[in-house]
């Protein structure tokens, strides 16, 4: 039981950390536990043996080993990393070699004592073959030690979809490859926990280990079975395995990963009194300010009064009071007119200056003047219980929408609120109009919707469902558009404008989706993927939503309803709707993508378009339970059957398949090396080059 060694950081790093390898100055403690842990098991057995590391990485691991071993080799296919780890870690046999790990023949058989391969199985498909070069460099009684993520832990259930994995093993997929090499085998599941370490304080006290787990249910803990590892890891031999530990426990006496939470959460806690304390001041002054305002009314209204009075007593007298009077009520509706316009302006001003209204640049500039404010939100909403948000007492709808926007809800009044504030503080182009579904709501959200002027609120007599629902709503919707928003959503400044840009600039464009963001500030969902065995896939889950990767317009197999616009016309060609078999909810969406699809029309993602989600609010994450959310499980078997034959063209049920199957209809990519982002509204140049990018991808290709 031990903490992991410190290693004097290289004075140039010649390498940084990608999420790739381990390094040791990472910010991810989990990682340094997991790595870290590996190498500490490995070193008892490596005392005075030959030792050859493969994928060696940042060379941490080799120079551990090395501590103790006679000799180690660290074998790295990564040029840079060669050069780093040479140059930051020295010592009496111990060296450094570029080669990949699935070609061994520069080394002798038997050459080496103990192989050690970790987290590297799973960046290579030649798994076979990089077995069969341990087993002839290993000596007869050398041990070979390895290690891979549970592919049904790490992947599926966790969704930890890492990029550089391309394949993973499940625990009898990792024995069938092992014991088809090796007659000895020894077996553990790795994972990261945190809480309470007892151990012996005599050395030769008797006694096995006992491990126990804990489970917080509302306000209380209860014990439960030990969780499932997320690795597994393996040591294998052609001889009898050297005793080895039942158990192995990594400790952080300093609470390393605890103390950096708390310091971050305290530096939320400090950003968010910061901002409260500007609001204040924000809302003081605009206070103060309509008081001057009502002041100047009511002395304007006492100097009309007190003319007109003086005007009973002659004629001459009253005409000029009328004349006086026609001045004063011109000047009265300008500054009722002013009033009107002072708070909408005072928003506006900087970016009226900037860049004037009908400005092609206006959209970029406004994602740009909001990036700051949208990321001091984000951090705070990294606390566990959303801040209550007080919803705003009027929308600026219009009788005559473009898009008329959906919010069907059941409850949860806090995050209904929540979303109409959201959308009281985006000043769109496009007119808009926000019809609220009530699902039948336990509380009393209904008397709330009446308080916010601007709302349609369509009632249902019974709980529905969010697919009937839904159609209550396309019913009701008067707009050319239909925007799909669950309520426990937050939308972003420019999103709406984004979305209906994307289908104006092209009439084969059916249905629209946006960007999904976390509360905490980590990508939902860049567009999905639907696999030919019907399941899903959140492109780019628990990403960097600012990540390029994620930052293009593409065509998808679906984007998730939680923010979805259709065109009204092809919701009419449907039927009316969504398809109610698919009642009360899940793969609606993927569904009505597909039939956009049959019916010619194309499927797309919008990045520009950011809407924060506040996933599972309305029917929790439980796919194996007893509430709606077991419908998911159902509904694929109905998607499944009803599109049978378009699923057959899909790609397979392939994490290595992800980034091939985030995009389709195109026909290539095209890259484009410019020395600056084309300025289409500055100069002919720009001008000539937008016109070349728009017609590449008029024809088909990714630019």
Aim: proline share 5%; with cysteine.
């Amino acid at each position: 039981m031990v903490a992991p060694e410190q290693h004097e950081p290289a004075v140039d790093r010649l390498i940084e950390w990608t999420g790739e390898r381990c390094v040791p100055w990472t910010g991810d403690l989990q990682v340094v536990y997991e790595h870290y842990h590996r190498y500490l098991l490995a070193r008892p057995l490596v005392t005075d043996k030959r030792v050859l590391d493969l994928a060696s990485g940042e060379g941490y691991g080799s120079a551990l080993l090395a501590r103790t071993a006679a000799q180690v080799v660290g074998l790295e296919i990564d040029p840079a990393s060669v050069a780093h780890s040479s140059a930051t870690y020295g010592a009496d046999g111990l060296t450094y070699a570029e080669g990949s790990m699935l070609d061994l023949s520069r080394f002798e058989d038997g050459s080496f004592d103990v192989v050690t391969c970790f987290e590297a199985l799973e960046h290579v498909v030649e798994h076979d073959e990089l077995v069969r070069g341990v087993r002839r460099v290993l000596a007869e009684d050398g041990v070979f030690l390895t290690s891979t993520p549970d592919r049904l832990i790490y992947t599926e259930h966790l969704h930890q979809h890492n990029p550089h994995h391309v394949k993973e093993l499940s625990l009898e997929e990792f024995r069938e490859l092992l014991d088809a090499h090796f007659p000895h085998v020894r077996y553990w599941g790795q994972a990261v926990a945190v809480g309470s370490l007892v151990q012996p304080v005599d050395a030769d006290q008797p006694g096995g280990a006992l491990v126990f787990a804990l489970e917080r249910e509302g306000g209380s803990w209860t014990p439960r079975d030990t969780y499932a590892p997320t690795y597994y890891l393996a040591a294998a031999s052609a001889s009898e395995l050297p005793e080895l530990p039942a158990q192995s426990v990594l400790v952080d006496p300093d609470l390393s990963l605890v103390r950096d939470t708390q310091r971050a959460v305290h530096e939320r806690d400090d950003l968010l009194n910061r901002l409260r304390e500007q609001h204040a001041a924000v809302v003081a002054d605009r206070d103060a300010e309509q008081q001057r305002h009502a002041a100047a009314l009511e002395q304007l209204r006492t100097e009309l009064r007190e003319t007109l009075t003086e005007a009973r007593d002659a004629y001459a007298v009253r005409r000029q009071a009328e004349r006086q009077a026609l001045q004063a009520r011109a000047e009265l509706d300008e500054l009722r007119s002013s009033l009107g316009m002072r708070l909408v302006k005072k928003y506006q001003r900087t970016l009226d200056a900037v860049v004037p209204p009908g400005s092609e640049r206006r959209q970029r500039y406004v994602r740009v003047v909001h990036g700051a404010a949208r990321r001091a939100q984000l951090l705070t909403r990294r606390t566990p219980e959303l801040a209550p948000v007080e919803a705003p007492t009027r929308l600026l709808t219009s009788d005559e929408p473009v898009v008329s926007i959906l919010n069907p809800v059941h409850g949860k009044w806090d995050y209904t609120a929540r979303c109409l504030a959201a959308l009281a503080l985006d000043l769109p182009e496009v007119a808009y109009e926000v019809i609220v579904v009530d699902d039948e709501s336990p509380d009393d959200t209904v008397e709330r919707l009446r308080a916010v002027a601007g709302v349609r609120t369509v009632v249902l007599e019974e709980n529905v469902g969010f697919v009937k629902a839904c159609n209550a709503g396309i019913r009701a919707a008067r707009g050319r558009y239909v925007l799909l928003l669950n309520n426990d959503t937050e939308p972003e400044p420019g999103w709406l404008d984004a979305l209906v840009g994307t289908a104006e600039q092209d009439p084969l464009v059916g249905v629209v989706g946006a960007k999904l963001v976390y509360g905490d500030g980590r990508l939902q969902e860049a567009g999905g993927i639907i696999w030919s065995d019907g399941d899903g896939w959140n492109y780019g889950r628990l990403g960097d939503p600012d990540d390029p990767a994620y930052g293009f317009v593409r065509e998808v197999d679906y984007c998730s309803g939680a923010a979805l616009l259709v065109r009204t016309s092809l919701l009419e060609a449907l039927g009316g709707g969504l398809d109610e078999r698919y009642a009360p909810a899940y793969y609606e969406d993927t569904d009505l993508c597909f039939a956009a699809r049959e019916r010619g029309y194309k499927v797309v993602y919008q990045p520009a378009s950011v809407v924060v989600h506040h996933e599972g609010i309305s029917h929790g994450t439980d796919v194996g339970g007893t509430g709606i959310k077991r419908y998911q499980a159902i509904n694929r078997e109905k998607f499944l059957d009803r599109w049978a034959g378009a699923l057959a063209d899909q790609h397979p049920h392939d994490a290595a398949l992800v980034r091939l199957a985030r995009s389709r209809g195109r026909r290539g990519r095209v890259l484009v090396i410019d020395h600056h982002v084309p300025t289409y509204d500055r100069d002919s140049g720009s001008v000539r080059m937008w016109a070349l990018l728009r017609l590449l991808r008029a024809e088909g290709y990714d630019v």
